[in-house]
């Protein structure tokens, strides 16, 4: 049964991440996401089902649109696998409505922060849609699991200290200094890491920040006046504290 689990886990990984790249795509340039039918973007070609197969298709076609010839971007097999190797890090164990609930509360927020993390980086926004679904998620997990106090207070700091920090390096600097997304991102998170986790979020992810920042800078890969999508830091840190625990033990279950 639970080899089952794990190909059928792995197997909806990889149908998940084909809809994951429709929204990468659409989601920042507002497009309804269930219509139109996906379609090349150099010569409009409807893409049929059966080139739209996760990896399969992209293999077949070569990297390359069957109506123009141009080139399929790695990005969409590379989402679609990924995808799978996270669903089958996550996979559960069993039927039962624990494991299943567990399985999709896990692949949910990878999914958001996949998306979320693309979309920063290409786009250098995030997405209101995808933060208040996590938002809801977090709520809804961390009503039922821990006292109200620690995702209330959580939320608030997520949001507050921010959008503090912010309003005050508008205020010395007359430049915006973290996006609404941002701020967003950090209030969904104190939902489910509460006070201590989201204090720990917001300082870890400002320093990988500007480490990463200060590196780029120095080895002249950007200016300094570019500006750095900050969205990726927040979820790297954010990973880690989600999903940390639950994939190292995962991992340890195939070790004899």
């Given at each position: 049964?639970?080899?089952?689990?794990?190909?059928?886990?792995?197997?909806?990984?990889?149908?998940?991440?084909?809809?994951?790249?429709?929204?990468?795509?659409r989601?920042?340039?507002?497009?309804?996401?269930?219509?139109?039918?996906?379609?090349?973007?150099?010569?409009?070609?409807?893409?049929?089902?059966?080139?739209?197969?996760?990896?399969?298709?992209?293999?077949?076609?070569?990297?390359?649109?069957?109506?123009?010839?141009?080139?399929?971007?790695?990005?969409?097999?590379?989402?679609?696998?990924?995808?799978?190797?996270?669903?089958?890090?996550?996979?559960?164990?069993?039927?039962?409505?624990?494991?299943?609930?567990?399985?999709?509360?896990?692949?949910?927020?990878y999914?958001?922060?996949?998306?979320?993390?693309?979309?920063?980086?290409?786009?250098?926004?995030?997405?209101?849609?995808?933060?208040?679904?996590?938002?809801a998620?977090?709520?809804?997990?961390?009503?039922?699991?821990?006292?109200?106090t620690?995702?209330?207070?959580?939320?608030?700091?997520?949001?507050g200290?921010?959008?503090?920090?912010?309003?005050?390096?508008?205020?010395?600097?007359?430049?915006?200094?973290?996006?609404?997304?941002?701020?967003?991102?950090?209030?969904?998170?104190?939902?489910?890491?509460?006070?201590?986790?989201?204090?720990?979020?917001?300082?870890?992810?400002?320093?990988?920040?500007?480490?990463?920042?200060?590196?780029?800078?120095?080895?002249?890969?950007?200016?300094?006046?570019?500006?750095?999508?900050?969205?990726?830091?927040?979820?790297?840190?954010?990973?880690?504290?989600?999903?940390?625990?639950?994939?190292?033990?995962?991992?340890?279950?195939?070790?004899?």
């Open positions: 049964m639970e080899i089952f689990l794990i190909i059928f886990a792995t197997i909806f990984g990889l149908l998940v991440g084909s809809f994951l790249n429709a929204l990468i795509y989601l920042p340039r507002n497009i309804n996401i269930a219509v139109p039918r996906s379609s090349c973007t150099s010569c409009n070609k409807v893409i049929s089902w059966y080139e739209n197969i996760p990896v399969l298709s992209y293999i077949f076609l070569r990297g390359k649109c069957s109506g123009c010839d141009s080139k399929i971007s790695w990005e969409y097999p590379f989402v679609e696998i990924i995808s799978a190797l996270a669903a089958f890090l996550i996979a559960p164990s069993s039927l039962s409505a624990p494991a299943l609930l567990n399985f999709f509360f896990f692949f949910s927020v999914s958001c922060f996949l998306v979320h993390f693309i979309v920063d980086l290409k786009h250098q926004i995030l997405p209101d849609s995808i933060n208040l679904y996590l938002a998620l977090f709520l809804l997990v961390s009503w039922f699991s821990h006292p109200w620690f995702w209330l207070i959580g939320g608030a700091l997520g949001l200290f921010p959008l503090l920090v912010s309003w005050v390096f508008y205020l010395l600097r007359g430049e915006v200094g973290l996006g609404g997304g941002d701020i967003k991102l950090y209030g969904a998170l104190g939902f489910y890491l509460g006070p201590i986790g989201i204090m720990q979020n917001i300082f870890l992810s400002c320093f990988l920040g500007a480490l990463v920042g200060i590196v780029l800078i120095a080895t002249k890969v950007i200016k300094k006046e570019n500006p750095i999508p900050f969205g990726p830091f927040i979820i790297v840190v954010g990973a880690f504290q989600v999903f940390g625990e639950s994939w190292f033990k995962h991992l340890m279950s195939y070790i004899p």
